[in-house]
């Protein structure tokens, strides 16, 4: 549905967005994560035909955006970081306004505005001034603007932000239900927002591209071995913590053990598998026929946070040592 | 078409929904109907001067005496008006971000420079009726030749036009309203003053510089004739105005 080939964007000083490339199949949803200045927004705006690329290719539906910007607009909603609000109008006048503006014929348009005002619950300010509303609804009206001319693609630059929580929590719902019939790219900062919503993630960190992947491999294919955190209880000085841990160590399928702390009467490990075995039963059996007592054992996975700040602070290499490491979170 | 109209409309909408249409309206028309009182009093007078004897001079007549110095000192207030009308069109648009609602859906640039344009030169015909209330006054009572106050009205509204184009390409330049407003205000002072330098020089310079003056061409509809060569000077330079709005328009996208 959309394909970017080797796209770059320079201003004047600063290259934006540096030999991008990726593709989205239709209904997919992907979020399009990075911190601030990345160049989510400048890929965006190249996608809407907003802004032209310095070189490379992007397509919507199998068109250009330089060569066919009006087919691949028609294609397109675009809720913009700030959303493009007149804050003299009514709600249901602005979406007319856009609507009409997106080729909506004058018979559809009631029906429309019935539809995204219903599904973005802006039922109850459809006759309220725009410049009176509040930052949640006016990010709702951006949204139904977005989606009045019911897009294929739907272009989210930062669609939950200056939210609050019951907000955010609706959003993702209704991003959801649109998946399946739309195509829908949303930019963010915030890591928690793509575990939630997204199916497929782009990382891009000053320009490039970091990691393109659906959620569940990325946070795989960091740690392709499962880690876990043993707690045994060694009150009064029992058990020795080198027994435990060489018995840790002879448990099968354990590649390593590393002894995190030593206090209170508590010793805790995280040990990591070799790759692709369980050993959660195997390490409980190890403490429990020692005869100790085992506090606690979970499974310790890498958050997308953690996967992010590998990528994007110190490239792939950086990743692969943290994940020896076996760096527990916390 | 469609979108133009569509876009026209919401201008439109832009400025009867704010001050400004109804500032620029009761400002012109309280300032001509002043102009109008005025100018109708002393022809009254001198009249009734002349009837009694007591005047010299040839004949009197409406058009020469009222109407042809109003419409021409409308085209003054006109270069006051133009700029409170046109800063607003794409500074504020550029300001809030609303431009990227514009510029991102299936709309040519085109349509959306005259959608702009047209709704401004609308809300410009909209002050002029303000001036007809006060001309048909003088058509009631006064029995004025009207072929010259309706070619005069064409001009103030080629005139008009003309500057409302510079102004809304200006007004792409900017994110600043008040900014745009200025330098509006100055280049249309500045083509009318260009017929002051040069009213006492015949050099070759002098006589182009004088052509480029906005003022100059209006003279000829303010005494009711009808030239070409004004008309084909309005029609270019509006039409050069818009054209290089749509090109600034064009090279917004590859800076913003």
């Not at chain 1, 019935?114 to 990010?139: H, M, P, Y």
């Not at chain 1, 050993?279 to 409980?284: D, V, Y």
């Not at chain 2, 022809?43 to 109407?67: C, E, H, K, W």
């Not at chain 2, 006054?137 to 010259?148: C, M, N």
């Amino acid at each position: 549905m959309i394909k970017v080939e080797g796209l770059t964007k320079r201003y004047a000083r600063t290259v934006a967005v540096d030999n991008i490339s990726f593709e989205v199949e239709k209904g997919q949803i992907v979020g399009f994560l990075g911190p601030n200045g990345a160049g989510k927004t400048t890929t965006m705006r190249v996608l809407t035909c907003f802004l032209p690329p310095t070189s490379g290719k992007a397509s919507v539906a199998g068109f250009d955006v330089q060569e066919n910007p009006l087919e691949v607009k028609r294609r397109i909603g675009y809720l913009p970081e700030t959303p493009p609000l007149y804050p003299e109008m009514e709600v249901s006048e602005y979406l007319r306004f856009a609507g009409r503006l997106k080729g909506i014929s004058s018979a559809d348009i009631a029906k429309r505005i019935d539809e995204v005002t219903g599904r973005c619950a802006l039922g109850d300010v459809r006759n309220r001034l725009i410049g009176k509303l509040s930052k949640g609804f006016r990010q709702r009206v951006g949204l139904a603007q977005a989606m009045i001319h019911n897009p294929d693609v739907l272009i989210l630059d930062e669609p939950t932000s200056g939210l609050d929580p019951k907000q955010i929590i609706e959003i993702r719902e209704l991003l959801r239900a649109l998946a399946g019939e739309h195509t829908i790219i949303l930019s963010t900062h915030i890591l928690a927002e793509v575990e939630h919503t997204c199916e497929h993630v782009i990382i891009i960190n000053k320009g490039r591209l970091a990691a393109i992947d659906s959620v569940a491999n990325l946070t795989n294919r960091l740690r392709g071995a499962e880690a876990v955190a043993v707690e045994v209880d060694a009150a009064g000085g029992q058990p020795n913590p080198t027994e435990v841990q060489q018995r840790l160590e002879q448990a099968p399928g354990v590649s390593r053990v590393v002894m995190k702390d030593s206090k209170d009467g508590r010793i805790r490990f995280e040990v990591e598998s070799l790759q692709g075995r369980h050993i959660r039963a195997e390490l409980a059996r190890a403490v429990v026929n020692a005869g100790w007592n085992l506090n606690e054992l979970h499974a310790v996975g890498l958050s997308l946070e953690d996967i992010f700040l590998q990528l994007t602070a110190a490239g792939q290499g950086a990743a692969e040592e943290n994940r020896k490491e076996g760096e527990p979170k916390q | 078409m469609k979108n133009v109209l569509l876009i026209c409309q919401k201008e439109l909408r832009s400025y009867f929904a704010s001050p400004i249409a109804y500032a620029v309206m009761a400002i012109f028309g309280l300032i001509f109907g002043w102009v109008f009182y005025n100018a109708s009093r002393d022809f009254v007078r001198y009249t009734l001067l002349q009837a009694q004897g007591m005047g010299q001079g040839g004949p009197m007549s409406v058009n020469d005496q009222i109407i042809r110095p109003l419409l021409g000192f409308a085209g003054t207030i006109a270069l006051f008006m133009v700029p409170m009308i046109t800063m607003r069109l794409f500074a504020e648009e550029k300001r809030t971000g609303t431009i990227e609602l514009l510029l991102t859906s299936p709309v040519k640039d085109i349509e959306i420079i005259l959608g702009k344009w047209l709704g401004a030169l609308l809300l410009y015909v909209c002050v002029l009726l303000m001036s007809m209330l006060n001309i048909a006054l003088l058509v009631l009572w006064g029995k004025p030749d009207l072929r010259p106050v309706l070619v005069g009205y064409l001009g103030l509204l080629l005139q008009g036009g003309c500057l409302l184009a510079i102004g809304a390409l200006i007004s792409t330049m900017t994110r600043n309203q008040i900014i745009a407003g200025i330098a509006t205000f100055f280049i249309s002072l500045l083509l009318w003053l260009l017929s002051w330098f040069t009213a006492f020089d015949s050099s070759v310079t002098a006589t182009v510089v004088n052509y480029m003056s906005i003022v100059t061409h209006f003279e000829n509809f303010g005494k009711g004739v009808l030239d070409s060569k004004d008309v084909v000077f309005y029609l270019s330079m509006m039409f050069l105005s818009l054209f290089l709005t749509s090109r600034s328009l064009e090279s917004l996208r590859w800076r913003a």
